[in-house]
């Protein structure tokens, strides 16, 4: 049995095009913002479906192309997550 569902909390890491720097963490809730040369990794927990949607709104208001979006295995939410190349 997992205790993941669209109701519970969740990791997630999701990567836009552009350069955004960690100021933005704030307007994103706290959550992680990292830039790795062209793109922006914005991580951390997400404690419902709703604010990750939530979230992806904020992402399109900035007119910043999503690249990807990935829920963390448990394994990955307390270590180092490089995204999908």
């Not at 552009?18 to 914005?42: E, K």
């Amino acid at each position: 049995m997992t205790a993941s569902g669209p109701g519970r909390p969740a990791r997630y890491q999701i990567r836009v095009d552009g350069v955004l720097d960690d100021r933005w963490a704030d307007w994103f809730g706290g959550l992680q913002v990292s830039s790795d040369g062209t793109q922006t990794v914005i991580s951390g927990l997400l404690p419902d479906q709703p604010a990750l949607h939530g979230l992806l709104a904020k992402i399109r208001d900035l007119g910043l192309p999503l690249i990807s979006v990935r829920r963390l295995d448990d394994n990955d939410a307390g270590g180092r997550s490089d995204g999908c190349q």
